[in-house]
């Protein structure tokens, strides 16, 4: 069984910062991708930014120059920081893994419960 913890998250002026954090515990094979996607009222939920088990690194161009995720990839842990915050950004962060479970399994998708980021104006 995996389980993704998040902490971080909350309310904060347009120009802030905030920093979300995810763990994962259980069973986490070397070959995964964490990452965050986030999901706004009434919109699909979007990818954010991810980064491999061996440090490759994807961002949404919405958040390039801003956000900036990290990992301990020992610790099966992966931050986000978010600068420069805008009220687009408001919206339910969820962290994502990504875990290569062999094949045919391939990669199987895990996620935490989110955590909320209001930006307000």
């Known amino acids: 069984q995996v389980q993704l913890v998040e902490s971080g998250g909350g309310l904060v002026q347009a120009g802030g910062s905030l920093r979300l954090s995810c763990a994962a515990s259980?069973?986490?094979?070397?070959?995964?991708?964490m990452g965050w996607y986030r999901q706004a009222p009434g919109k699909q939920r979007e990818l954010v930014a991810t980064?491999?088990?061996?440090?490759?690194?994807n961002y949404a161009e919405f958040v390039r120059g801003r956000f900036t995720i990290s990992r301990d990839i020992a610790k099966n842990t992966v931050d986000l920081q978010m600068n420069s915050l805008k009220p687009e950004d408001t919206a339910v962060y969820y962290c994502?893994?990504?875990?290569?479970?062999?094949?045919?399994?391939?990669?199987?998708?895990?996620w935490g419960q989110g955590t909320q980021v209001t930006v307000s104006s």
């Open positions: 980064m491999t088990s061996d440090s490759n690194i």
């Open positions: 994502n893994a990504a875990l290569w479970r062999g094949w045919p399994k391939g990669y199987i998708t895990y």
């Open positions: 259980g069973s986490i094979p070397n070959n995964n991708i």
